[in-house]
């Protein structure tokens, strides 16, 4: 097995990352409903540096994942730590999340700025300038939030992410839907986070978009971690015959659901 | 049927010459259900909100009472109202009986009912689009209330319409516990009635036009509201 790849055949796991440059983990973590098991047994470790891009087909549990990562949702078993620690509110108001349907206040463009920056004790109207300047929607700032552009609403909705200054921003495939221009642009915005030193946690389904975009890559298959691996290694030979196969388009159908 | 159109003759001088008779009754019924609407929304859209954002023991049979609520009999409210304010009762001290202070009493328990469930209603289900995303920017629950009473005033504005239209169109109850006295506690509604038992149709009538127009109007302020507010995304 090549260094810095852990392959997890149903439980078993192996920590390939420094602690030092350790941020987040997971360990054991488990999420049921009813009585299907959707996260099963996940451990891993989140890389203090660069962006993790999620991938998996259809069902294997990516957004639900960041979601337990994000503390949204609370896992059946296992736990989270971030710096060591467990999640707690102090901890989520370090972090953002971006989701595939972005949710806008029935506000103004700005009004929704305002609006976490006011969470934060810091709504001056200098600071919700620059954010939305920062996003190219300086221009539309006085106008109803909902009125924007499929795109115009998903940049939208990462400025007031990034208006927080969070130290981890999870994106759950915020791109699905958008035209390639306007992917271009959160994937720049999204790149300019994290040359500021943001880790980025993305959830993607297009291959393009993770070579483009991904320092490392966790892949999962049936609710398990069936690979973690550096980008480009995963790309060019991945361990997994779950990720060989996803990579190579084949379509997987596992024969018995848990 | 010549009675019935010199009626309406009269009724519409009334009208339009502004009688000062008339235009009391109408200033004094405005007062009345624009007071319980202000008690009812008051105590109506906090807890509607609260039931909105709550997940406690119960919450289903609250919601069901709730709404069961929204149907009390003005005159069994009426009733109740009397019962409290009378002299013997529990209440008597504030000698509130046959005040306009009574009537406000009395509509706005009938209609708190009515703005919490509906407002419930509302709020909850901009609630569910929002409490995700809340939950991810740790947004605190009296903020998260107040932006959620907030992104829904167009809504609840029409709430409290409705509350609105139900007090000012109500006579079982204040006409029990505020008696239908002249210059003092007589409204619309319960004039209405006494002009009607007396055969006086003409000040009926006019009163009539008045509650009427007034319907059309708050359903015409409505429907102004819904397409603003739809034109402008903000509902």
């Known amino acids: 097995m090549p260094d810095g790849t852990t392959v997890s055949q149903g439980r078993t796991w192996a920590a390939p990352t420094d602690e030092s440059e350790c941020l987040g983990e997971a360990v054991g973590l488990v999420y049921r409903s009813g009585d299907r098991t ?166 993607t389904h297009d291959l393009g978009q993770a070579r483009r975009l991904a320092d490392d890559v966790i892949f999962l298959h049936y609710g398990q971690l069936a690979e973690q691996s550096p980008a480009q290694r995963f790309f060019d030979n991945p361990v997994s015959q779950a990720a060989r196969d996803y990579l190579d388009g084949r379509l997987v159908i596992r024969k018995s659901s848990k | 049927m010549q009675d019935f159109s010199a009626s309406f003759g009269l009724a519409f001088q009334l009208v339009l010459a502004a009688d000062p008779d008339l235009l009391e009754i109408i200033a004094l019924s405005l007062k009345v259900s624009l007071s319980a609407v202000a008690i009812a929304c008051l105590i109506g859209l906090p807890v509607g909100t609260a039931i909105a954002m709550g997940r406690f023991r119960g919450r289903t049979a609250t919601i069901i009472l709730l709404n069961a609520l929204m149907g009390l009999p003005p005159v069994v409210v009426g009733l109740l109202i009397y019962l409290l304010l009378s002299n013997a009762g529990p209440l008597g001290w504030m000698r509130l009986l046959y005040t306009p202070g009574a009537m ?69 109850a204040v006409i029990i516990v505020g008696g239908n006295i002249d210059h003092l506690t007589r409204v619309m509604t319960t004039a209405i009635a006494l002009e009607t038992s007396k055969g006086d149709l003409a000040l009926a009538l006019a009163l009539g036009i008045v509650l009427i127009t007034l319907a059309l109007s708050v359903n015409a302020a409505v429907m102004a509201l819904r397409l603003t507010a739809t034109r402008y995304a903000y509902a």
């Open chain 1, 38 to 203: 959707l996260i099963d047994g996940i451990d891993l470790q989140i890389p203090r540096a660069g962006r993790t891009v999620v991938m998996g087909a259809n069902g294997a549990g990516k957004s639900l994942l960041l979601r337990l990562l994000h503390g949204l949702l609370l896992p059946s078993a296992g736990h989270v730590r971030w710096g060591g620690r467990p999640l707690d509110d102090a901890l989520r108001q370090q972090q953002a999340m971006v989701f595939q349907r972005p949710v806008l206040l029935r506000r103004s463009v700005a009004a929704n700025i305002r609006f976490v920056l006011k969470l934060r004790g810091r709504a001056d109207q200098a600071r919700v300038d620059a954010t939305l300047d920062e996003v190219g929607l300086a221009a539309h700032a006085h106008q109803p939030a909902r009125l924007l552009s499929g795109g115009e609403q998903q940049r939208l909705a990462l400025a007031r992410a990034l208006a927080t200054d969070p130290q981890v921003l999870f994106l759950d495939e915020p791109t699905a839907s958008l035209d390639p221009a306007s992917t271009a642009a959160i994937e720049t915005i999204v790149n300019r986070a994290h040359a500021r030193g943001t880790k980025i946690m993305f959830v």
């Open chain 2, 104 to 172: 406000i009493i009395a509509q706005a328990v009938l209609i708190t009912p009515i703005v919490a469930a509906l407002s419930r209603e509302v709020v909850e289900q901009l609630h569910c689009e929002y409490a995700e995303q809340f939950r991810s920017l740790s947004v605190p629950r009296s903020s998260a209330a107040a932006a959620l009473l907030w992104d829904a005033r167009y809504s609840l504005l029409t709430v409290a319409l409705a509350g609105f239209g139900r007090a000012v169109a109500e006579v079982g």
